[in-house]
């Protein structure tokens, strides 16, 4: 049996002992009482062209039938239309894997990239699980610090890239901060890899995991990875922007110019196939074919974004300024965010201590939750800034 | 980047192409006049509970919600309660782990159990994708040859079960040959397994693949697999039995009393983390809670089973008569299969040359098809078999 596993299999992951947490205390003294930041799962509703086309998917007789294993050919195609309007990308059908969510994606990626011995670099803070899918594929994830304001540290990254790196992650709005990589970082970060790809002679391909790509504040649109490095493997879920988390859908998309392309595919679909991924759900596959850049109505995330920030912010607790997903990163005023994240268990309020996203000190506060919830705690959080004098 | 996952991606799967020459063949001369039995892919209309099942999942508003990487609880108990009613296996719900697929829970059973060095045993004829399942997960695959009757050879199996085997892989009823594995053959196994374990200090687990599990054409039902050895790890998929290939839903049981239940419990699940599974799709698992224990209505395989069994055996081709799956096993009148595979094609006849099977010679037939499809083949299999001078 794999140790490693059982051990991971035995660790008590934070958020999710402080989601149930929250469940128990909500069946305790009212599901109203409790004021609950710990999870990232969206709470825009579904659109209502998203449910008719399940609707309509739902008559097809061959709904249910297997679809080949890259994905539906007319959902392959939307994709790449959708981001080529966008974004353009100049991509192509076959340029586009459909997969079971961005986690089967990097998981995917991980696996096939990586050698035992092999490296991987994160940038703080990240994703909890992107070092469970390093690790589960044999890699070793080398994380790289962030600047104060939770932007990436470029220098740090440069010397972090060494002969041992395969790729190098990252994640645009991100989980926790919220914060996006503008477009002189990405073209410093290509610079960096494309460097790195001509001293050791092959690529050094930059995964960039975007679910929280539509999320997005103060512009229209994030810079596009993609663009600005030929070697990027963007991995997409419609999880966060059509509000489907529970059905496990999104894409891979590979530049007809990146490097060892053919390789890459192949390993990939081979990863795949290893991994028991047949292919992703075909109701949803079909279902999806007329929904490909849409979103649910994501208003919701902005006023949440706005009142939460702001109030926090004049309470005295020291944010970081989402640019997009539905995180507000709070640096915790004392130095083990764990303990502050305890204290304010007292006010019933669920805060994620950052220790599991690679960085010590801050709190996550998922604010996908109505936009009321938000209003009723800040009396709680207030009583909280009250009892630490943030101000 | 892992060059056997390349070297994979690039290998011609027989299968694929035979299915992808049938297409293009179907194209050119229409599709009545080519006789496709290349895909193990289910006929039977979908039930029309499974539809309306689906229809009110869709009502539900919290249907995309995520739900717990073990699944659905009701689902979860739905079928403990199911697999105790048919087959008194004394199941609790946390004994369910709901996966994506059959693929998704062996994948998930290989990554967990095999650590690199580690074995695997196999019983050919095997599925194909065992190999690639078990060798993904850095393990060996140690072949066992069948018996002429295509049973397994069970002293050869005691034999192959060494200090580096960490389970058996059984397939009831099995493709590609449509045995059975009668009653005492799994008593001889758990024998062999019990024994193995006691000589090395720990479990040597028996992975049970059963999709086929209620295709059944000679006796009620097959002999439970895991009520013969408490260390089984049945793997259970809906594609086969509801008509549900595409959508990727099925459940891996574990016994109370199986050994090391606790680590492997806690590995399984950090296995389905580190490769991106997070939960099977929720659209399903909910539609799926009132639907377990019923079936698709099956007959046709019975039907097909006994036309083409007939037919072919008296034409004197030599086949394994099928006990359950939709499978018929035929061996090849010349050594090499696969150019017995492309010597049907002039026939427009699809026969899968059985070398993916671990075995050579024989050539698998899948007759999940209309029975007219069987109907109006049979000219073109009399024609082979003259050709042949089969008698």
Not at 38 to 47: E, I, Q, R
Not at 83 to 112: F, K, M, P, W
Not at 291 to 314: K, P
Not at 351 to 356: F, I, K
């Given at each position: 049996?794999?140790?490693?596993?059982?051990?991971?299999?035995?660790?008590?992951?934070?958020?999710?002992?402080?989601?149930?947490?929250?469940?128990?205390?909500?069946?305790?003294?009212?599901?109203?009482?409790?004021?609950?930041?710990?999870?990232?799962?969206?709470?825009?509703?579904?659109?209502e062209?998203?449910?008719e086309?399940?609707?309509?998917?739902?008559?097809?007789?061959?709904?249910?039938?297997?679809?080949?294993?890259?994905?539906?050919?007319a959902?392959?195609?939307?994709?790449a239309?959708?981001?080529?309007?966008?974004?353009g990308?100049?991509?192509?059908?076959?340029?586009?894997?459909?997969?079971?969510?961005?986690?089967?994606?990097?998981?995917?990626?991980?696996q096939?990239?990586?050698?035992?011995?092999?490296?991987?670099?994160?940038?703080?803070?990240?994703?909890?699980?992107?070092?469970?899918?390093?690790?589960?594929?044999?890699?070793?994830?080398?994380e790289?610090?962030?600047?104060?304001?939770?932007q990436?540290?470029?220098?740090?990254?440069?010397?972090?890239?060494?002969?041992?790196?395969?790729?190098?992650?990252v994640?645009?709005p991100?989980?926790?901060?919220?914060?996006?990589?503008?477009?002189?970082?990405?073209?410093r970060?290509?610079?960096?890899?494309?460097?790195?790809?001509?001293?050791?002679?092959?690529?050094?391909?930059?995964?960039?995991d975007?679910?929280?790509?539509?999320?997005?504040?103060?512009?229209?649109?994030?810079p596009?990875?993609?663009?600005?490095?030929?070697?990027?493997?963007?991995?997409?879920?419609?999880?966060?922007?059509?509000?489907?988390?529970?059905?496990r859908?999104?894409?891979?998309?590979?530049?007809?110019?990146?490097?060892?392309?053919?390789?890459l595919?192949?390993?990939?679909?081979?990863?795949a196939?290893?991994?028991?991924?047949?292919?992703?759900p075909?109701?949803?596959?079909?279902?999806?074919?007329?929904?490909?850049?849409?979103?649910?109505?994501?208003?919701?995330?902005?006023?949440?974004?706005?009142?939460?920030?702001?109030?926090?912010?004049?309470?005295?607790?020291?944010?970081?300024?989402?640019?997009?997903?539905?995180?507000l990163?709070?640096?915790?005023?004392?130095?083990?965010?764990?303990?502050?994240?305890?204290?304010?268990?007292?006010?019933?309020?669920l805060?994620?201590?950052?220790?599991?996203?690679?960085?010590?000190?801050w709190?996550?506060?998922?604010?996908?939750?109505?936009?009321?919830?938000?209003?009723?705690?800040?009396?709680?959080?207030?009583?909280?800034?009250?009892?630490?004098?943030?101000?």
């Amino acid at each position: 049996m794999k140790q490693n596993y059982v051990a991971w299999g035995r660790v008590k992951n934070c958020m999710r002992e402080l989601t149930a947490y929250g469940n128990a205390r909500k069946a305790e003294i009212g599901a109203d009482k409790v004021f609950d930041f710990s999870l990232g799962s969206p709470s825009a509703p579904v659109p209502e062209t998203v449910w008719e086309a399940m609707r309509r998917a739902l008559e097809r007789p061959d709904v249910h039938e297997p679809t080949p294993p890259e994905g539906l050919p007319a959902l392959r195609k939307a994709v790449a239309e959708d981001l080529n309007r966008r974004y353009g990308t100049g991509l192509s059908t076959e340029d586009i894997l459909i997969v079971t969510g961005a986690a089967g994606g990097l998981a995917i990626c991980c696996q096939t990239l990586l050698q035992p011995g092999d490296e991987a670099v994160v940038l703080a803070p990240y994703f909890t699980e992107y070092r469970v899918f390093i690790e589960g594929a044999g890699g070793t994830a080398v994380e790289v610090p962030p600047l104060p304001d939770m932007q990436p540290d470029l220098d740090a990254l440069a010397a972090a890239v060494t002969e041992k790196t395969r790729f190098v992650l990252v994640n645009t709005p991100n989980n926790p901060s919220g914060a996006i990589l503008p477009e002189e970082s990405l073209r410093r970060i290509a610079e960096i890899l494309r460097a790195a790809g001509e001293r050791f002679g092959r690529p050094v391909y930059l995964v960039s995991d975007e679910p929280y790509r539509e999320l997005v504040y103060d512009t229209e649109r994030i810079p596009c990875v993609m663009n600005a490095f030929e070697n990027t493997i963007p991995c997409y879920s419609f999880s966060k922007s059509l509000s489907l988390p529970g059905e496990r859908i999104g894409y891979l998309a590979l530049s007809p110019a990146a490097g060892d392309r053919d390789a890459l595919l192949a390993g990939l679909s081979a990863a795949a196939r290893a991994l028991g991924y047949r292919s992703a759900p075909s109701l949803m596959q079909h279902a999806l074919v007329d929904c490909v850049g849409m979103t649910a109505d994501l208003s919701l995330y902005r006023e949440n974004r706005d009142l939460l920030y702001s109030s926090l912010s004049a309470m005295g607790y020291d944010c970081v300024r989402p640019e997009g997903a539905f995180y507000l990163f709070v640096k915790s005023p004392i130095d083990d965010a764990k303990a502050f994240s305890d204290a304010a268990k007292k006010y019933e309020l669920l805060l994620v201590p950052s220790d599991d996203f690679g960085i010590t000190g801050w709190l996550r506060l998922a604010y996908c939750v109505p936009t009321d919830t938000i209003r009723r705690a800040l009396p709680a959080f207030r009583a909280l800034a009250e009892e630490y004098a943030l101000r």
